[in-house]
């Protein structure tokens, strides 16, 4: 199958492209942009006028509780490879559930699963899972997903044991002992409110931990979902030191604080917490100049998960269809040039994983999102394929539609 | 933002916080209170203000004393009062929050009295009612997780208010366990919103919350300080868990730092009064010479609370 998309504007940031033309696709792959390439018969055309091209979307962290749904909904939000964290149930720490998953994605034929492996069995911080075997069955790493390796030698021999066979390990950075009884953000917000806090330290102190620990074994780490100020400082020391260490940051931390809870929103309890304004714009000072990837960090929770109170409701956002206009949302609020914004959703997730993919070069994965950059739509429950329709973000408009979605030269969705 | 306590009007259609309410329902629900004190002193202590409206009492969590207060004021308002122990009953079998209101609505409930572990519960109450349009029912906050209880609030403002006369020269300190006090946080807002120009905060760092400075309070380590030329102390209770992990060492040492003494004492004001929300404990927050003695206004409160809660549910029922 043959396609050209005519007519868009093609943004493939890590080529630097930036410019009006067409993007041709045979086989699976990107076989050209702007000149027809030698040979090439269209079969389908997709008319991408008004639009942007660019590489599909790569999630760094989506869960999936119902697969069919939350990979259409991947689909509809221009994402073409997620990160599946280990914490489904059961946990992800054998290698025939990582090879089920991987093949019922497959099966389903949308955006490709990308499953993290339990690090521990059962997530428990104490034994290490089988990852050899794991790796085998399709894991691209090794995870904690949100649960703290409490045991700082389990720790130390999980990143030994990964570096053995050159595995990298994401972790989300939180102390357990600082962050176990909290349900936000330790600062003005928490003690208005009454809530228990979870301090910054909490995300500092893992941090500094996993530092060492790295300088120590040389293992690759991916820290996910930082949230402050004085984590990005801590990351930042660690890249001029050198040290194999990428970060990501959920897209909502990029937009909204602890202020967002007003009157006990269970739609703004996350995991790690929104944090204050401090931290909110170091954090987009981290996305914008590179230090790191964005992502939905999408967790779809049944509605009776969050009609409950604050501390009761369980924590987290519908992501993977509002990734893309949250991100241009936060590129127009912050003045970040659209390549750039769409780097930290595209190319960057594609280094953190080590993907060839991520970009529009001949020759690369036909994984492509066409989208109206001025397409404005309201979102209502209604307006997702996910199962997940929690969201802070409920009622309010959006700019930024899908038009079409290819994967691997397959279009998988088109509006 | 919209305010889920007053309706369209900018009247009090709930009670769920002190905070976000003007110093003009402040001193209209105080000013309420002290028409109903003459009730209480009556041989037939009832208005028809609530006649065949219903009051549940929904306690998720226990409360002797705040739910007796609640009842007696609800009775003497001629209402019908329901007490559910939710422990006991519903929660238990796995029943929602919300379905418990739902459910008590379809039973024509017409003001909920709610009290729950849950900092923001009654929120969430709130919130559904107006959701499902029920503007005819009302909720009064009896005390949310470490969040709010501003009935208390209030009935430590009539007290001062009773003593004092007014507000506007006064120095009021609150000791102890700011951190977990939901009482704590609804004077802090009460005093500051009716004018009170200088609100102390005394106790360990381990017991008071992060950036109370920015709720304009200030922030005393030491007792002898802090209690200097005040016209009111509020002592706060000191829950027994508090003492098992790493807050505080022990109950003894807590005492000779926080603990209220006649010697302390003697460093506020002569006139100065002595408020506790109850119960107490003797000897761990508070010395007994000072909780009997001739400055301690500990059971006036509970006195003033019953008329506070009328004019509270009366005011609520009527917008």
Known sequence: ?415 | MHNPQLNKDGELTHLLSIEGLPQRILTQILDTAASFMEVSARDVKKVPLLRGKSVFNLFFENSTRTRTTFEIAAKRLSADVINLDINKSSASKGETLLDTIDNLCAMHANLFVVRHASSGAPYLIAEHLRNIGRDDVHVVNAGDGRHAHPTQGLLDMYTIRHYKKNFSQLRVAIVGDILHSRVARSDIHALTTLGVPEVRAIGPETLLPKHLDKLGVHVFHDMNEGLKDVDVVIMLRLQNERMTGALLPSAGEYFRHYGLTPQKLALAKPDAIVMHPGPMNRGVEIHSAVADGGQAVILPQVTFGIAVRMAVMSIVAGN
């Open chain 1, 1 to 415: 199958m043959n396609i050209e998309i005519r007519n868009g504007r093609v943004i493939d940031p890590k080529n630097s492209v930036d410019r009006s033309s067409s993007l041709y696709v045979a086989e699976g792959r990107v076989a050209g942009l702007g000149e027809v390439p030698e040979g090439f018969v269209v079969d389908q055309t997709i008319d991408a006028a008004g639009c942007i091209v660019c590489p599909g979307l790569i999630d760094l962290g989506a869960r999936l509780n119902s697969i069919e749904a939350e990979l259409a909904a991947a689909v509809a939000g221009g994402v073409t490879s997620l990160v599946v964290p280990p914490d489904a149930d059961p946990p992800l720490d054998e290698p025939e559930l990582a090879d089920r998953l991987v093949h019922r994605g497959a099966e389903i034929g949308k955006a490709r699963v990308l499953p993290l492996g339990a690090l521990t069995l059962g997530l428990n911080g104490e034994r290490l899972s089988e990852l050899a075997g794991l790796k085998k069955a399709g894991c691209v790493a090794f995870s904690q997903a949100n649960r703290a390796v409490v045991d700082t030698e389990a720790l130390l021999r999980a990143m030994e044991y990964a570096t053995t066979f050159g595995f990298a390990i994401w972790l989300q950075p939180q102390d357990h002992w600082l962050s176990r009884n909290g349900i936000a953000h330790e600062g003005e917000v928490s003690s208005r409110l009454g809530l228990a806090g979870i301090p910054v330290a909490a995300e500092t102190i893992a941090i500094a931990t996993i530092v060492q620990l790295v300088r120590d074994t040389g293992c690759r780490v991916h820290l996910t979902r930082i949230s402050s100020a004085a984590g990005i400082a801590l990351i930042q020391r660690a890249h001029h030191d050198g040290l194999p260490i990428t970060c990501d940051i959920g897209v909502h931390h990029l937009l909204l604080t602890e202020n967002d809870i007003g009157y006990f929103d269970p739609h703004a309890r996350f995991s790690p917490p929104l944090r204050a304004q401090n931290d909110r714009l170091a954090l987009s000072d981290a996305a914008a100049t590179g230090v790191a990837a964005i992502c939905s960090d999408h967790t779809p929770v049944g509605a009776d998960d969050k009609l409950l109170p604050f501390g009761e409701a369980k924590a987290g956002a519908t992501g993977l269809e509002v990734l893309l206009p949250l991100t241009l949302k936060w590129a127009e609020a912050e003045h970040v040039d659209l390549p750039t914004a769409l780097a930290r959703i595209t190319s960057a997730p594609a280094e953190v994983l080590g993907l060839a993919g991520g970009h529009l070069a001949p020759g690369a994965a036909a994984d492509i999102c066409v989208f109206d950059p001025q397409a404005h739509w309201q979102l209502t429950p209604e307006s997702l394929q996910s199962r997940g329709k929690n969201s802070p973000w409920l009622g309010y408009m959006m700019t930024g539609k899908v038009k079409a979605t290819l994967v691997g030269g397959r279009l998988v969705y088109s509006a």
